[in-house]
Each structure stands twice: as structure tokens, then as C-alpha cells.
């Protein structure tokens, strides 16, 4: 397991010899790179905080939050978190926007590749399993007894084969 120290530099090298595409947002100065989740091009951002020693990973899924379903989409996520191994689904209801993030310490700066490697894993995995459901929920085309409904009915007809 090789360790380096966090910065925009070592990252964007990390990125690169992961065979990722880090890319810059401009307006935030901030790297990411695109996921596949549910067929759609999600980003992942890495945000560095207190000089290196807290790195989060945060994902925007391709949802608008609308009024109407703040609190079907809220029930979701919070259900999400409780059965899953790693929780971090939220929601900024003041923009609107759904995500799935994780926050890793970084005791002296330092992070491993192995680790970071499992947690982008983790994160790809996770918003690819959950992102159609949250999808559904948080545009009212499905509310939430129907979901449990159809994941119930999907499970029998597994159990079956």
C-alpha cells in the first residue's frame, strides 16, 4: 500500500495513474472525476479540508429535489443510510441537489491508494445500486409504498428462479 500526501498535485496524479480523468470545476477550483451510475455520467468530488487532513468525496446525482417530494426523497435517503454499510446519502434542500458523500480523515496529511481506491469503488457501487430508486422517489413518479412494492415483488420472483 503506497501512502502520499493529500494535495490538488499528488490527487491529480492518484486520479491519473488509476486510469481516471480528474478534470477541474472552474468555479470552485475543486477536482473530479465522472462516474457510471444508472447510465448517466455522475461527478465525484474531492474536496480538501484542514490542510489535508479531512478528504470528501461527494457525488451529485442527476435528480432536481422539487418541493413536493422533499419529504418522500428525505423517508428514502434516511432509509438508505440505515440499511446500508457505509450511510452518506443527503440533500441540500436550498439547492435542490441529492448526494451521496463520505468524509475520510487523513491522520498527517497522508492517504493510502488502496484505501482511496475502495472508497471511489464504494461510492460507484452505491450510487449505481440506489440512484433509479432515488430517481423515482424524488421526481413523483413513484412514492414510496409502491417502491417497497415492487422491491418485495423483484425479490420473489429472484427467490423463485
Known sequence: MTTWTLNQ???TKFLKNSDQEPLLERESGLIYINIQANDNDLPLFFVIRNEGEIL???CYLPYQLYDAHK???ARLLHLLNRDIDIPGFGM???QGLIFYRLVLPCLNGEIHDTLLRIYIDTIK???DSFSHAIG???SGNMNLDE???QALQEQKEKHYE
Open 136 to 138: 423515482l422517489i424524488s
Open 92 to 94: 441540500d434542500e436550498e
Open 147 to 149: 417502491l417497497r412494492r
Open 9 to 11: 498535485n499528488n490527487l
Open 56 to 58: 470528501q468525496l461527494i
Open 125 to 127: 457501487l452505491v450510487c
Open 71 to 73: 419529504g418522500p426523497t
